[in-house]
């Protein structure tokens, strides 16, 4: 909604690392800006009008400025790519207040913070703050190079520098090998908080899981969908999707998303990051079973089938009544 939007100018832009820029924004009139709780992200609109989710990754108890970090992504759909490119410091940006979809826990007695690459921009926040207010927690940096690993120097310099571990690549010790053994260590009650490519996750979550971790224990946000193979994408099939206060029904065409299929209709939902990752357009389900392809829900949100994404998502029936 334009309403909530708010303009933001870049005093600064920074490369983290090779192929990783920072940006860091604040209120053009020297003015403060909404708070925001370790994990939360923005919605950034750039230069081409594509919007994207960046998480903040300065302090939370900073009211001047926020800062994200951007890789540029070499299978960029134009966001990164512009932010990397066009976005120069004096620009005025339009981002979103902030959002957390990936809060941390409270009360918890350990937080276990992995990062992936990228995926350090919400967990070296959450660092700062667990570090500021005498938390437990432990943290885990996995990239693939020390030359390749963002805020490398601001964590050395950290106050919480000595609870942090960094597992290179190209270096002995492998992700996939640590892990386990690194999950079986923690104590009762251990919260894990987990973020960055969908790989990485997969193994850090599948792993957490064959370990019988509650899956109330598990807090996690990907970087980045995945892709739809062709074999899936040739499986689909045209559906109906009907809105529970009109009635009305819509035709959803095969290669066509629901988003769009309403609004062809006159019906708009509300859309940030249009992969399934975000939860921008998290839509009730009355009747019928979803086709799940997001990373947004739980397994277990998935089962109950009573909400889904309609950017991304589909209908494994021939009907889906919404709750709209």
Same mark, same amino acid.
């Given at each position: 909604m334009t309403h909530s939007l708010l303009d933001v100018r870049v005093t600064k832009k920074s490369e983290e690392a090779p192929g990783i820029h920072s940006f860091e924004l604040v209120e053009p009139h020297g003015g403060v800006l909404p708070a925001f709780s370790a994990g939360a992200h923005?919605?950034?609109h750039g230069p081409t009008g594509i919007v994207r989710q960046y998480s903040l990754c300065n302090h939370p108890a900073e009211r001047s400025r926020y800062l994200i970090a951007v890789l540029r992504d070499p299978q960029s759909r134009g966001g990164s790519q512009a932010m990397h490119e066009q976005v120069q410091p004096g620009d005025i940006l339009r981002v979103s207040r902030p959002r957390n979809l990936f809060s941390l826990a409270p009360d918890s007695p350990h937080a276990l913070l992995l990062a992936g690459g990228i995926g350090i921009t919400p967990i070296v926040c959450m660092a700062e703050h667990l570090a500021d207010g005498g938390g437990s927690f432990e943290m885990h940096y996995f990239a693939r190079s020390r030359e390749k690993t963002a805020f490398h120097g601001r964590i050395g310099r950290s106050r919480f520098h000595q609870q942090v571990t960094f597992h290179f690549d190209d270096e002995p010790a492998t992700t996939?090998?640590?892990l386990p053994a690194l999950l079986a260590s923690q104590r009762a009650g251990t919260h894990l908080y987990v973020c960055g490519p969908r790989g990485f996750l997969e193994a850090v979550l599948g792993a957490a899981r064959a370990l019988q971790w509650? &899956?109330?224990l598990l807090h996690y946000e990907y970087f980045g969908a995945a892709a739809v193979n062709a074999a899936g994408a040739a499986k689909d099939t045209a559906f109906e999707v009907k809105l529970a206060s009109s009635g009305l029904i819509c035709p959803v065409a095969a290669g066509q998303s629901v988003v769009a299929a309403l609004a062809a209709h006159g019906v708009d939902i509300r859309v940030s990051c249009e992969q399934g990752i975000?939860?921008?357009?998290?839509?009730r389900v009355l009747s019928g079973k979803p086709d799940h392809r997001d990373q947004f829900l739980t397994p277990? &949100?998935?089962a109950a089938n009573d909400q889904f994404l309609p950017c991304c998502s589909r209908a494994s029936g021939p009907l889906l009544v919404l709750d709209l």
């Open positions: 923005i919605d950034v996939r090998q640590s509650p &899956e109330a975000c939860g921008t357009c998290l839509t277990e &949100e998935h």
